[in-house]
């Protein structure tokens, strides 16, 4: 319990006495759910730009309203949409077939939710990649008589990915900021610890001061991991582009 005058370096320390061992954990889920989210939004890009470049007529349709979709409506939207009306239909499904109700649970929803919605832009970042390569390139391979599987192994994915990363990196960024909007669904992520640590402190303590620090601490926090994550992301596009020519 916080004293009426409990100073600031206190309220930020770690134990029962400050928040600075909640905001610590906050932030770890926070990079959890973004690091999980984006895996699983880089799995169905690829799915999705390989479906819209080679799939059949019903494939591309279904890839392009999905990319649609997803791109047209509110990230807040669709989280509340996938996630409520998702666990209600699941749970109909179940409750259809004899079986009980099942409690989704936060952390893997958030996840699920935001890759769903990060594999979307990833399929258009992809494709437009791909599409980058020179076609003589995979006319080679195929010429070689690679399959499928081991063409895109060993020429597509390599010769791609220079002029995906820097898209990817944008939405790596966008999915750290969007695992905020996943506090809806009851995930305390770094945001969500945040308020309801600012919340308790303005009704114990009374004083702005202290709400702006913890904002402030909150969004230093988001900036520490933006420009680590644009470091990291140019150290692999110099890697990605070994013994191209670079511009001058």
Known sequence: ?????????????????GYGDEIALGTLVTL??????YLLGFAIGLVGA???????????G????????VRAVPELVLILLL?????????????????????????VAG?????????????????AAIQAIPIGQIEAARAYGMGPLLRFRRVVLPAMLPFAIPGLANLWLNATKDSALISVVGLSELALTTKQAAGYIKYTQGNPLYLLVFYALTA??????????NQFFAWLERRTRRGQRQPA
């Not at 319990?1 to 006495?17: R, V």
């Not at 959890?32 to 989210?37: I, K």
């Not at 230093?220 to 420009?227: E, K």
């Open 50 to 60: 390989v479906g819209k470049l080679a799939g059949g007529a019903i494939t591309r």
């Open 111 to 127: 996840i699920v939710v935001l890759g769903f919605v990060q594999g979307a832009y990833q399929t258009e970042v992809i494709r």
């Open 220 to 229: 230093a926090i988001y900036l520490a991991i933006s420009l680590a994550s």
């Open 32 to 37: 959890q759910v973004s690091f999980l989210a």
């Open 83 to 107: 996630y409520y009306a998702g666990s209600d239909s699941l749970n109909r499904l179940l409750g259809g077939v004899g079986l009980g109700p099942v409690r989704i649970n936060a952390l």
């Open 1 to 17: 319990m916080l004293a009426a005058s409990t100073s600031i370096f206190t309220m930020l320390s770690w134990g029962d006495q």
């Open 62 to 69: 279904a890839f392009n309203v999905y990319t649609t979709l």
